[in-house]
């Protein structure tokens, strides 16, 4: 078995999902358990949905943090690279929110407070970046 870098890069399909969703589980925005259970609802739904560790156009990264540093109206998700920081994301929320904002592509306004979307790489913002 290779374990490289590299490998572990391709077996998580990294290169092939179009969206990077973070969710802060806590404690400082919400309870240890409300974010263990917005965590555990959007694992499971993204790998029913067929959304997590595969490719397409709604193919979706997921990300488990402990902070995002609102500290407030947690649990908190930021999808990327549209940027819509959204608050409330409790496990009862995760269904809504993968099936509008992840496939098919509606953000849900009412949820977000504020956003942060990334530039494309035909923007040329950041074009320097990791040139020497």
């Known amino acids: 078995m290779d374990n490289s870098l590299e490998s572990i890069a391709v077996s998580l399909k990294i290169g092939q999902f179009v969206r990077h969703v973070f969710l802060c589980v806590g404690p400082s925005c919400c ?27 709604a193919a979706c990264y997921r990300t488990k943090v402990q902070c995002l540093r609102v500290c407030k109206g947690g649990p908190i998700l930021v999808v990327y690279p549209e940027g819509y920081w ?7 929320r995760i269904d809504r929110f993968v099936e509008e904002q992840l496939v098919q592509g509606k953000p849900i306004e009412e949820w977000i407070f504020a956003r942060n979307p990334l530039p494309s790489p035909s923007s040329g913002a950041n074009s320097n970046i990791g040139e020497g």
């Open 86 to 92: 959204y608050s409330g994301m409790s496990e009862e």
């Open 31 to 57: 309870s240890d358990q409300a974010g263990g259970a917005a965590w555990k609802k959007l694992k499971d739904l993204l790998k029913e949905r067929n959304l997590s560790l595969s490719s397409g156009p």
